[in-house]
């Protein structure tokens, strides 16, 4: 019997593939980190065949929020930046620590 659903790498592929036409429209170097974001979504395929309710494209997004994230604890490891000590999970989800210009009304808007 086959599969009834696609591999996750599978739908990594049909997503870079829907995605051509815009990866052609951008410049040589945004087309280079576009590749580069869809290898950070491969890299994390089996985390994305395990996430079934949620849609493929969102599962892809997510890995390559997630390795854009640890890029930037590294980056922030080599200044010397500590990273913030977080005593509990309200403290961690706490807006008000977040440096955006806006509150949340501004989204509301």
Request: glycine share 4%; aromatic share 4%; charged share 35%.
């Amino acid at each position: 019997m086959g599969r009834t659903l696609p591999s996750a790498t599978l739908q990594i592929l049909d997503e870079r593939q829907a995605l051509a036409k815009f990866r052609r429209a951008l410049r040589r170097e945004d087309q280079r980190a576009l590749d580069d974001l869809f290898r950070a979504a491969r890299y994390h395929v089996a985390a994305i065949a395990y996430t079934s309710h949620l849609l493929p494209l969102e599962t892809m997004l997510l890995a390559m929020l997630l390795e854009e994230h640890k890029r930037v604890l590294k980056l922030e490891a080599r200044l010397g930046q500590p990273p913030e000590q977080e005593t509990d999970e309200t403290e961690r989800l706490d807006p008000g620590r977040l440096p955006l210009g806006g509150s949340d009304d501004d989204l509301a808007d």
